[in-house]
């Protein structure tokens, strides 16, 4: 394993400003979320929430064809399922103005990573009251996640960080930037990115120096990106790393194998120079991260790096 030595350019600002978001959102989600779950269902797979928004309008949970009532029951009470009904009652949330109303959510489908569900996959009836048009409701769920951007100088030249992995969604291997999934509800967004690269790559950050790019956007966004809001809740929080190597770790690296097999995770490390790494992935995650890197650095929201 690689360690690299502790190096300043940590942003007080992005910090202090993402502590004030999370904040600010459980003040939010406690207000709002009182979702209370019928006892008096008539079968096991079903049942009934009422939601503080639209008291006078339950709002049926159903399963789908399949689903077994285990998985029914594990479903309505993750914290996804949850989350989702928060986000909907939140101050920015679809429900919020009243225009709009949740009417009943079919659970289609549960895929459990050891004793916690990773996916969710459910249809929500969502109606605009002026029309009575249902919006687009097909969710796939699978809640917060993280990537680095790491950034490596040796000899006068900055160079990324990437992995190659297949992607069976795609069909396609993807050059991407270290990323993962949270394993909790605790919202370490900081503590899983340096666990996901110390696990894909085999190096191990100093948790001081992670740079939070997504803190440096605006409150009104959350500060998180959503890559896919039309079908998919995922949020993800970019974040930033930047050292000096000697030319032989960029060596090692390239190419490296990596990753925690016994996940199925089959990981090749790629070192390509910074200034083409635009070109270079498809990657919405690399491509967000260099946005919101080269507009902080722009706007001098970054601390220099020193040598």
Same mark, same amino acid.
């Not at 699978?142 to 000899?155: D, F, H, K, N, T």
């Not at 919202?187 to 996901?196: H, K, M």
């Given at each position: 394993m690689i360690r690299f030595l502790r190096i300043s350019g940590i942003s007080a600002l992005a910090l202090s400003k993402r502590l004030a978001v999370s904040s600010s959102l459980r003040r939010t989600t406690t207000g709002t979320w009182c979702c209370?779950?019928? !006892? #008096?269902? %008539? $079968?096991?797979?079903?049942? !009934?929430?009422? /939601?503080?928004?639209?008291?006078?309008?339950?709002?049926?949970?159903?399963?789908?064809? *399949?689903l077994s009532d285990t998985e029914f029951r594990t479903a309505i009470d993750s914290?996804?399922?949850?989350?989702?009904?928060?986000?909907?009652? %939140?101050?920015? *949330?679809?429900?919020a103005n009243g225009d709009m109303t949740l009417t009943q959510v079919l659970i289609q489908g549960v895929d459990m990573f050891g004793k916690r569900i990773g996916f969710l996959k459910f249809k929500a009836d969502v109606i605009h009251k002026m029309t009575g048009k249902k919006v687009p409701g097909i969710v796939?769920?699978? *809640?917060? #996640?993280?990537?680095?951007?790491?950034? /490596?100088?040796?000899?006068?030249? $900055?160079?990324?960080v990437l992995t190659e992995q297949a992607r069976v969604p795609t069909g396609r291997v993807v050059l991407e930037l270290p990323a993962g999934m949270l394993d909790d509800d605790k919202?370490?967004?900081?503590? !899983?990115?340096?666990?996901?690269v110390e696990e894909e790559i085999g190096i191990h950050l100093n948790l001081e120096d992670v740079i939070d790019l997504t803190a440096f956007l605006d409150l009104s966004t959350e500060c998180k990106v959503f890559p896919s809001p039309g079908g998919c809740d995922e949020e993800i929080g970019l974040f930033l790393y930047r050292g000096h190597v000697d030319k032989k770790i960029i060596t090692q690296l390239q190419g490296k194998e990596a990753g925690l097999q016994e996940r199925g995770e089959l990981i090749?490390?790629?070192?390509?120079?910074?200034?083409?790494?635009w070109r270079t992935t498809a990657d919405a995650k690399a491509l967000m991260a260099i946005a919101i890197y080269e507009m902080a650095k722009r706007e001098g929201l970054l601390s220099p790096q020193k040598s």
């Open positions: 209370k779950m019928s !006892t #008096a269902s %008539s $079968t096991s797979s079903t049942h !009934t929430i009422s /939601l503080p928004c639209q008291l006078g309008q339950p709002v049926e949970v159903l399963a789908a064809p *399949g914290s996804l399922f949850k989350q989702w009904l928060k986000n909907l009652q %939140s101050k920015s *949330g679809i429900l796939f769920a699978r *809640g917060p #996640a993280v990537a680095v951007l790491i950034l /490596l100088q040796s000899e006068g030249e $900055t160079y990324a919202g370490d967004f900081v503590g !899983t990115a340096v666990r996901e090749k490390v790629h070192v390509v120079p910074y200034e083409k790494l």
